[in-house]
């Protein structure tokens, strides 16, 4: 098994977070005919940053060593149970694993907290012989889209990318040589072999969730679209913003950023469709809620500040669903698996 670990952290809060020590320890489609499961269903939440729906507040301080997942009390997975008991079925949550920084790895592997403040057990522990759905997303932070973002921004190389695990793809090459960069070379070599290594492991993660979980109907959830067709869109801030929703990327760079997006969705359903599981395709049903998108917008935008605080300081989006975004996240998620259970 690979053990390699990355889990976010801010450079300027570091030092911050170390002089607190221990005290840090703190810190859709149409349903069938068929009748709604009369049981609670037995249900595990897994995933990355997209479902722990970080820079939603208040974040949830439940499981004090997961403070640093920057896991929401209202993140996806709570409002799509909400949504789904609306309608008479009743999820029966026996854990919400989700945690910012997840590679698709730590699904079997421990992820490591920042500033050496512990570890998290895999993912996969979460599953019961009587689980009946595990639901989440994964393989954004796989694929590496926070280098590759940084290899697109100057901004996000200095402090004001911090919080985003690893570097650039190559330092050496200008953030505005981007398009060419990923187009031919090393940097297409580069992305080639980390969407191989995606669906290899999205592939055997849906195959442990069946493993542990025999009568688990796995639910990958995809990931919603962030920049949209017309990119002079992007050339605007967001109402009450100064920001650019893409900050310094230059907007030749940003379909390749949409491209990278959709060679990711294309990956999950492929990975899916092998297994026979299921998939929430986020990216074609969020065309108009980019974070280009204005008041519209379901993202915000990668240096706008999010509604998460830490030591007093509001860390940024970094183009991660706000509440709009959230609530399609979990219609979609709650349409999904009322299908699933109605079969």
């Known amino acids: 098994m690979r053990k390699t670990t990355k889990a976010p952290v801010t450079r300027r809060l570091a030092a911050a977070a170390a002089a607190l020590g221990s005290c840090l320890a703190l810190v859709g489609p149409a349903t069938s005919a068929g009748a709604a499961p009369a049981d609670p269903v037995p249900t595990v939440f897994f995933g990355d940053s997209y ?3 970080y820079g939603i507040a208040p974040v949830n301080h439940q499981d004090s060593e997961k403070l640093l997942c920057f896991q929401a009390k209202e993140n996806y997975p709570a409002v799509a149970t909400r949504h789904l008991a609306d309608k008479g079925i009743t999820l029966d949550v026996q854990a919400d694993v989700s945690c910012g920084g997840a590679l698709v790895h730590h699904f079997w592997e421990k992820q490591e907290l920042p500033f050496g403040l512990g570890e998290l057990p895999p993912q996969q522990e979460a599953l019961k012989d ?35 695990p690893g570097g650039p793809v190559d330092e050496d090459t200008p953030a505005a040589k981007c398009r060419e960069f990923f187009g031919s070379g090393d940097g297409k070599e580069w992305l080639d072999g980390q969407f191989e290594r995606v669906g290899a492991e999205l592939e055997e ?14 639910v990958l959830v995809g990931y919603p679209r962030l920049v949209p067709a017309d990119t002079a869109k992007c050339l605007t801030a967001a109402p009450g913003q100064t920001e650019l929703p893409f900050a310094d990327i230059p907007q030749d760079a940003l379909p390749v950023l949409d491209q990278i997006q959709k060679r990711l969705d294309d990956t999950m359903k492929k990975a899916v469709a092998d297994a026979g599981a299921d998939f929430v395709d986020l990216y074609d049903r969020t065309g108009s809620n980019t974070a280009c998108d204005g008041a519209n917008r379901g993202i915000g935008g990668l240096l706008e500040n999010s509604q998460v605080e830490l030591l007093g300081q509001k860390l940024p989006w970094y183009a991660h669903p706000n509440e709009k975004g959230r609530d399609i996240q979990a219609k979609q998620v709650a349409d999904k698996v009322q299908q699933i259970l109605n079969r």
């Open 130 to 164: 009587d689980t009946r759905l595990a639901v989440g997303s994964m393989g954004g932070n796989t694929v590496g889209f926070n280098r590759i973002l940084k290899q697109c921004s100057d901004r996000l190389r200095g402090d004001e990318g911090a919080l985003l």
């Open 205 to 218: 993660m849906l195959d442990r969730i069946r493993y542990f979980s025999p009568d688990a109907k796995p």
């Open 51 to 53: 479902t722990a729906n």
